[in-house]
């Protein structure tokens, strides 16, 4: 078992930053990869960014050349640090774990861009 915890969500103005923390239980070394994805309400959950074992990342379309996926090996922890932000990024942001065949994820942290 792997649990998530995320933090750094809140409200913010159009154009603004945030940072989002993914504290893993167990070393993510571990994992085959870790990613932030997000749902709106009435939208199905997206992949916003995601980095692999080897250090290789992967970002959503809409999320290109603003957001930024990193890691820190020793305190188990995913960032993402999120810039010009646009209300369509309002969203619950979730973490997750993946090992094998097995996905954990967190519980979320809401992020919400005012116009």
């Known amino acids: 078992q792997v649990q998530l915890v995320e933090s750094g969500g809140g409200l913010v103005q159009a154009g603004g930053s945030l940072r989002l923390s993914c504290v893993a239980s167990?070393?993510?070394?571990?994992?085959?990869?870790m990613g932030w994805y997000r749902q709106a309400p009435g939208k199905q959950r997206e992949l916003v960014a995601r980095?692999?074992?080897?250090?290789?990342?992967n970002y959503g379309d809409s999320v290109k050349g603003r957001f930024t996926i990193s890691r820190d090996d020793a305190k188990n922890t995913v960032y993402l640090q999120m810039n010009n932000l646009k209300p369509e990024d309002t969203a619950v942001y979730l973490c997750?774990?993946?090992?094998?065949?097995?996905?954990?994820w967190g519980q979320g942290t809401q992020v919400t861009v005012s116009s």
């Open positions: 997750n774990f993946v090992m094998g065949w097995d996905v954990y």
């Open positions: 167990r070393s993510i070394l571990s994992s085959n990869a």
């Open positions: 980095i692999a074992n080897s250090g290789r990342t």
